[in-house]
């Protein structure tokens, strides 16, 4: 019942098509709505068939009137015949539904189309119109994922690098534009017949002075153009031969520099502002684009240094910084100088954290103590005043991190700032870094205690400092009792490591917090680490603070629960039996007179 209708809709407009082509090889000005205008332009791209396709797109490159018009862009233009090629396949996926063999034969027809279309544009001679066109195309096929375009696309990727390398003034505007268009779409080995060498450079030079904050253009369209183009450039590069790889690395070396100066005067401009709130969008959503504009290109930038740090294992053994380390700190200068944004965003950055991890795993694995000392020498230098407390969240993450390859001056740098922001709860970032970087250190202190002396001083100096600041935090709410419940436990498992003198203050310091329902259960899970010949008694005292709490109510039910899986999982095996004495002693005093039955704690015994 649908066939005839349809076959009527397509008769109806091949009738109109060649008072369309007349107009369309007219000089005189359209009469044609835009929007119908274009829709026509798609109608039939999507559903002619040669000869009349050929016709076509013969006359839409070289009509004077169309790309002439005032009413219409070319980027209209050109997303009108973006969208023939979705189109088709939308026609051929619904005409071969129902028929055998469906895959192979929309596969065939659309690339017989595209075949046609190809042909049609390759005859008419070299033009800025013919390249759109060829580009426009090229971007359709990306938006029809479900089809192999097999040797079709590659002629077609072949035309428009070929049509690139005959244009000698890429340098203008729409030059760069088509070219950072097409480039992502294309593939590396067809690119590499382009002088990428020359091109990149001037692909880094249109992006940097767009996200710069003295530019007068807006970004947010164009810079997410750019920045897949350049991160194409870098991989063009890197696959060519030592000539070609050498300009690969410093190019990015540089991006990341330039990005890094865009970075620092973007933090300037918006020291006294916080985010999209502050009522500056347009402001704030600059700075987002030059980050994102960073993102994109960084992520490639990684992939390769990856790649290279896999490759070259070796080369760690002839320097003490190898290239790929050298890169992944250039990355996170770069991700440094835009700490206020991530601090500010309540949203992510796509590729942001992959970046700063995977930058740090690289520096980790190739290099170590001098890459993680020439990391935060160069970001702690450079600013006459000091610290943003986003720029020291950022810091204090990255010493977290890179804990056990600190050296000396390292922590010099690090410790004196985590100290500075850990008392200070208004900035949560900030502050929760800085106590997770002490605690990090101090427990990183206690691993490596037998190598010097002065390890152990060092330790011994700051598990008193920074069991003061916890203990300080606690008490002024400005901890979480949960949070003083994961770490303290920790601490005193650093101090084991230690000396039992270590444990004894870290007892001391525990006992000048009010008793609470969080103290009771650090208690509990301390006591693996308490010495054996001092156990006993701990256990005594512990039960007796078990007994403080109310008969039968829901706490002491789960203190005595949690004392029970300490006894059979987290006690030595030297002292778990008298961990079990311990609480056949005790167990029916923690459940109580009034409970009948054998219960959770007496059913596991």
Known sequence: MQAGPSRTIVTDSESILPSFLTTLRSSSPISIPPQTLLGAITHYLSTLDDPLLSEFVTTVITSPSLWNSADISHVDIQNALRLSVPAKIAIIENATKEIYFAESRRRRRARRWLNSLIEAVISLDHSTVRLKVLISVLEGLDDAPTVEWGSERMTLEEEVVLAFAEWTELENTEGMDLLCTAIPQIDVARLRALNMIDLAPKIRYALIDLVNPTSSQKPQDIAPILSRALARSYEVLNSGG???????????????????????????????????????????????????????????????????????????????????????????????????????????????HRILYGSLDIIAEQSGTPSAERLFRELSSGSSTSLSDARAAYILLLGEELVHHLGSRSIDILLPLAEKHAHRPAHRASFEAAHAFLLSLLRSASETLEMTTAQGDFFDALLPNYLHILTKQAKRGDITPDQLKDAFPLVVEAAARRSPLSIQICLDSLNTLLPSAETRMIRIAVAPHIPAERLRGYLDELAGVIMTTPKDSEERLDLARRAFEMVIKDLGDDVKESGVEWWMKWRNEFEGTNRHGQGFIRSRL
């Not at 990684?302 to 896999?310: F, P, S, V």
Request: negative net charge; proline residues 4%; aromatic residues 10%.
């Open 242 to 352: 030592p000539t070609s790889q050498h300009h690969a690395w410093e190019t990015m070396r540089t991006f990341c520099t330039s990005m890094r100066e865009v970075g620092e005067k973007l933090e300037g401009g918006f020291s006294d502002q916080r985010g999209s709130n502050s009522g500056d969008t347009d402001s704030w959503e600059r700075h987002k684009t030059a980050f994102f504009a960073f993102l994109l290109p960084a992520s490639t930038i990684l992939d390769i240094t990856l790649q290279d740090a896999g490759s070259y294992p070796s080369i760690i053994r002839n320097v003490d910084i190898p290239r790929s380390a050298e890169m992944a700190i250039q990355l996170l200068l770069t991700l440094g100088t835009f700490a206020f944004l991530t601090d500010l965003s309540d949203g992510g950055f796509e590729h942001y």
